[in-house]
C-alpha cells in the first residue's frame, strides 16, 4: 500500500482556530507522549504569537515550554509558524535578529520551520530562509492559496518556481480560510509539482467550507504524500480535517497511514476532557459556506470581529462590516487574507463602517500596503484608493519606508544589555520587560493537568460546581446521591 504521512497540529494551528490559542502547558503536556508514539510526521507546535499569549496570558516561559516538549516528542520534528520578514507578527524587523531568533529556536529544540509571506513575495523571503537553514532547520515554505481574479494557474506556476529557486526542503500548498474545492485541486496541484521539480509537497486546509477532507483525497490522489490534519475534538470547524476520518477515507482509497490510532485516541481522550473542564468548543463538521469564496475572512478572525462589535453594541453591523471587507480587498489589489492582512482589512472595514465614511482614517498597515512598502500584491491597488490615502498626512512617512534592519547592540540597548539571547528575544516580543519580570515571578512551568476520572466522580464534580442550585437529588436503580450546599 502507497503510504501517506501526517502533520500534526493540535498542539499549534488546530487550537489557535478553535480556542483562540488557549491552551496552556499543563493541558498540552498530558498529550505529548501519545503525540509521541502516534508515528506523525512532524508536530506544527509553536507561533511567536503563541509564544506572547503564554507569557501575558499564562505566564509561561515559551522557550522552558518547548524544551519539555522536544525532550518528550522526540519522534517527530517540532515545528515554528512565522511571518518570513520578521519573528515579531505586529513590529516587523529584519537583519540579525532573525539570525538569532533562528539560532534560538534550534537551540531550545525546534526543529522545522514555516516561513510564511503574507502575499506571496519571495523576494523577502531568502533571508530568513537562510538564516534558518545556517541554525539547522528544515524549511518548508508555504504556497498561499487565495481566489480572485488575479490569483490564476499562472501566478501559482511562478509562484512555485519562486520557492523551488530558495531550495527549501519542501512545499505546503496553505489554504487558510478552506478555499480549496476537489476541481481547483485537480487544476493546481498538477502546475505546484510541475514547478517545483523534486520537491515535496504537502498540503495543510480548515474545514471552514467542509471541503478540506475531500480536497485532501483528491490531492493524494494526484501525488501529495503529506497532508495536514488535527485530532479531534480539535478537528473540523474552522481547524483542519480530522486525522481519524482522513486515516479511514485513505485507507479505503488503498493508502495507509503507518499511524498509531490507539494513541491518537489517547490523545483525543484527553483533549475532550480538557474541553469538557475548560467549557472548550468542540469542533464541529460544518456545512458547506459559498460565502466564505467572497469574503474569506479566516474563521478566527470573523468570531474575534464579531465579539468586538457586540462589545461595542454593534454586533448587528456585522454584515456590513463583511461587505466593506470584500470591497476594501478588490481595491487592495486582492491581497490574501490570512495573518496578519486579514486583520488589518476587518479593522479597516470596521473603521469605514462605524465611522460613517470610508477611509475617513487609515491604519498604518493598510497605507503601508498601499504605499507598496511590503511589495506589490497579486493586483493592483485601486488608483481612487491610491491617490486618496497619498493624499494623507500619515501617508508621507511611509513614501520611502522599508522594515528596520536594527542590530544585536542596538535592540541590546533597548531591551536589555546583560540578559541573555533567548531573554532578549522574549522581550522584543513582548516589547518591554514587565511581562518577562510577571513570568519570572510565577515560578517553573507546572505540567500537572488533572486527569481524566470515571464517569460518576466527574458527574458530582459537575454537580458540586452549580453554583445557583442549593440541593440536587439523583436516583436511579439502587443508587441514590444527595447534594446539599451548606450555609457558608
Not at 389 to 411: F, G, L, N
Amino acid at each position: 500500500m502507497d503510504k501517506v504521512d501526517f502533520v500534526d497540529t493540535t498542539l499549534r494551528d488546530a487550537h489557535q482556530s478553535l480556542w483562540g490559542v488557549r491552551m496552556s502547558t499543563p493541558m498540552a503536556y498530558q498529550a505529548a507522549s501519545g503525540i509521541n508514539r502516534a508515528g506523525f510526521k512532524a508536530v506544527d507546535f509553536e507561533a511567536p504569537t503563541h509564544f506572547v499569549f503564554q507569557i501575558k496570558t499564562y505566564r509561561e516561559n515559551p522557550w522552558e515550554r518547548v524544551r519539555l516538549f522536544a525532550k518528550k516528542i522526540d519522534k517527530a520534528p517540532l515545528s515554528l509558524m512565522q511571518l518570513a520578514n520578521t519573528f515579531t507578527t505586529w513590529k516587523p524587523m529584519r537583519g540579525p535578529i532573525m539570525g538569532l531568533w533562528m539560532e534560538r529556536c534550534y537551540a531550545n529544540g525546534l526543529r522545522r520551520i514555516q516561513p510564511m509571506e503574507e502575499s506571496n513575495n519571495m523576494d523577502n523571503i531568502a533571508e530568513s530562509v537562510n538564516y534558518a537553514k545556517k541554525a539547522g532547520l528544515e524549511v518548508v515554505i508555504p504556497l498561499i492559496f487565495s481566489e480572485s481574479p488575479v490569483h490564476t494557474d499562472d501566478y501559482f506556476a511562478r509562484k512555485a518556481r519562486e520557492i523551488a529557486a530558495l531550495r527549501p526542503h519542501a512545499v505546503y500548498l496553505k489554504d487558510q480560510c478552506g478555499l480549496l474545492t476537489p476541481e481547483r485541486i485537480r487544476t493546481l496541484v498538477p502546475i505546484i509539482r510541475k514547478n517545483i521539480g523534486s520537491l515535496p509537497l504537502e498540503i495543510h486546509s480548515h474545514c471552514t467550507t467542509g471541503l478540506a477532507p475531500i480536497s485532501y483525497l483528491e490531492a493524494v490522489k494526484l501525488g501529495v504524500r503529506t497532508i495536514h490534519t488535527a485530532i479531534p475534538p480539535l478537528a473540523n470547524g474552522s481547524s483542519q480535517p480530522s486525522v481519524f476520518n482522513m486515516v479511514k477515507n485513505l485507507a479505503s482509497l488503498g493508502y495507509e497511514s503507518g499511524l498509531d490510532e490507539k494513541a491518537v485516541q489517547e490523545v483525543s481522550d484527553h483533549f475532550a476532557h480538557v474541553a469538557r473542564r475548560e467549557g472548550l468548543p468542540v469542533g464541529q463538521v460544518l456545512e458547506y459556506d459559498a460565502y466564505q469564496f467572497e469574503h474569506q475572512i479566516p474563521g478566527g478572525v470573523i468570531s474575534n470581529l464579531r465579539r468586538q462589535l457586540a462589545e461595542i453594541g454593534l454586533e448587528h453591523r456585522l454584515g456590513e462590516v463583511i461587505r466593506e471587507v470584500v470591497l476594501i480587498r478588490k481595491e487592495l489589489g486582492y491581497p490574501i487574507m490570512v495573518t496578519p492582512i486579514s486583520q488589518y482589512v476587518v479593522t479597516q472595514a470596521t473603521l469605514n463602517i462605524t465611522l460613517g465614511e470610508r477611509y475617513k482614517e487609515a491604519i498604518d498597515e493598510i497605507v503601508k500596503i498601499v504605499m507598496g512598502c511590503y511589495g506589490p500584491q497579486a493586483g493592483e491597488v485601486d488608483r481612487n484608493l491610491l491617490d486618496k490615502i497619498s493624499s494623507m498626512p500619515i501617508a508621507k512617512k511611509y513614501v520611502k519606508w522599508e522594515i528596520p534592519r536594527p542590530s544585536i547592540k542596538q535592540i541590546r540597548a533597548q531591551f536589555g544589555a546583560d540578559v541573555s539571547d533567548d531573554e532578549l528575544l522574549l522581550r522584543v516580543l513582548c516589547q518591554g520587560q514587565k511581562d518577562i519580570e510577571a513570568m519570572h515571578a510565577a515560578g517553573p512551568l507546572d505540567t500537572y493537568y488533572p486527569p481524566v476520572q470515571k464517569p460518576l466522580v466527574e458527574l458530582i464534580e459537575g454537580l458540586i460546581n452549580r453554583k445557583k442550585h442549593g440541593y440536587i437529588y439523583l436516583e436511579r436503580d439502587d443508587l441514590s446521591i444527595k447534594l446539599v450546599k451548606q450555609p457558608a
